[in-house]
């Protein structure tokens, strides 16, 4: 069945370039539609758990990734005022030996160049919108934005949180969650710590959060700040004011502030996910990463939920089963997953902002506990 089967994917971000690359080695014929006429530095950092760093290791792309990422040290969580350290959880070797792999550090438009350089020819189309499939018996017809048409066995959703596919499985809308992200580069002597101790540094206080931690081979310095929106109204996507974000911080510990100053360009984006579907699939048209099952981003999984879905749903469709119930067996295998990674998500959007009092103490004490690796066990492993 593979080598007649024509699966198409739409969204070039991680799931879709994993799943084409995935695919294409298999015999299927996939080719992936992408809006943007260009593939750019587009977002920023992101860290890679040990459960999607085995995909891109079974990808081919470890030497790629470690060339340029880093591989994180430990994870670190500290108070907001006074620096005291609340938690480190030591990764490094210890996350190699236990996980088989380690816990990544890179900017989104690095993963991207690592996935696209694994891209066989002719796979990716870009600047081709498409805005609607509509299904039928035996294929799928896809409409594009600029008025033609393409046809597939099946088409796979890979197209983010505000997907155009998703209506064509579940009638929903995206829900922000009252929170925005600002997020930055600053150069890497702005942290000189991470020369000898690459790590993720969280900083958790009221009402707010920051995370910093080095990318680009440790070149450069990501940050994101989190605060609650004070008008409750999603933000539209925009630079801001180096000023603005200082203020929101303000009381905070020096190197926090130091950090957010050196900032050249900040962008505020709002915090959206979606409430979780009881299905990821329609007959021919089914949902990966972001477009099935989008998430708050605290616990870093966006990107390796979708390395996990590219993985599961490429066995799927090479499974011999007829397409329709192989998309139903992807669906089975990955819906009680993606969900408890959901739940967990929404659980720290609350927790990692407590005001100072006994909820905030008792969570300190918590993550006082993790000493190692084994509370990840159920998320790395």
Known sequence: MSGQTRVAVVGAGVSGLALAILLRRRGVRCDLYEKSAALGAVGAGIQLAPNGARVL???GAEHLVRRRGIAARAIET??????????????????????????????????????????????????????????????????????????????????????????????DAPRFSGHSVYRGLVAADAVPSFAADPRVMFWLGPG?????????????????????????????????DTGQLMAEFDGWHDEVRHVLAAAGNVTRWGLFDRDLADRYCDRRVALMGDAAHPMLPYLSQGAGQALEDALALADCVVSGADLPSALRQY?????????????????RATMFHFADGPLQRRRDALLGGHRDLGHLEWLYG
Do not use: N
Request: contains cysteine; neutral net charge.
């Open 57 to 59: 290791h079974e990808l």
């Open 78 to 171: 500290r108070r907001w005022d006074d620096s005291s350290l609340l938690s480190r959880v030591p990764h490094g070797q210890a996350c190699e030996e236990r996980f088989r792999a380690p816990y990544y550090l890179i900017h989104r438009a690095d993963l991207q160049s690592c996935l696209v350089e694994l891209l066989p020819p002719g796979a990716l189309h870009l600047g081709r919108a498409v805005h609607g499939v509509v299904q039928h018996e035996d294929h799928v017809e896809l409409r594009l934005a600029d008025g033609e048409t393409a046809t597939a066995d099946v088409v796979i959703g890979a197209d983010g949180v505000h997907s155009a596919l998703r209506a064509a499985v579940v009638r």
């Open 208 to 240: 707010r959060h920051i995370t910093y931690y080095p990318v680009a081979a440790g070149r450069t310095v990501h940050f994101s700040a989190v605060c609650a929106d004070p008008d409750g109204a999603a933000p539209r996507t925009s630079a801001v």
């Open 331 to 347: 669906e089975k295998q990955r819906i009680a997953r993606t969900a408890e990674v959901h739940r967990q998500s929404r659980i």
